[in-house]
């Protein structure tokens, strides 16, 4: 993952959120909505947006999703690649993980992702490090698409 230093001089961060191709601003709330909708058109698993703002320093929103093998979870995290750099122009400032597919790490600057596989997620349960920090609601019928 890159430095705080390394985010603000690329775009990202606390600094306002990602610009887009069209030179429009994709805010923090914004940037996860599209990246877990990018994580259901891929299949993901129980979606999750965590508002972590004045919690932590490196990121607004925590994005958390599940795949139920190594080639899904790649999948997911390659599809959330292609679909912000193509459609919104963003391209993220690291990924970890790609290769082995238990755990994609990525980072757009306001918004962090984790791409689980099923079982790794039930591991960790990052969700409990954040269980007092509100969670961002979106369409149940993407959940279940």
């Not at 919104?88 to 993980?97: F, R, S, T």
């Not at 600057?109 to 099923?118: E, I, P």
């Amino acid at each position: 993952m890159l430095s705080k230093k390394a985010k603000k001089t690329e775009g990202g961060g606390k600094k306002g959120g990602k610009r887009k191709a069209d030179g429009a601003l994709l805010e923090g709330r914004d940037l996860a909505l599209v990246i877990a909708g990018a994580g259901l058109d891929k299949k993901a698993l129980n979606v999750e947006i965590i508002d972590v703002r004045g919690k932590v320093d490196y990121a607004d929103f925590v994005v958390v999703m599940s795949g139920r093998s190594d080639r899904q979870v790649n999948a997911i995290a390659q599809g959330i690649e292609a679909e912000l750099k193509q459609e919104h122009g963003i391209m993220a400032l690291g990924v970890e993980g790609l290769p082995q597919g238990t755990w994609v790490l990525m980072d757009f600057g306001d918004a962090v992702v984790h791409v689980f596989h099923q079982d790794t997620r039930g591991y960790y349960d990052l969700e409990s490090l954040w269980i007092d920090a509100a969670r961002v609601s979106f369409d149940d019928e993407q959940q279940s698409a």
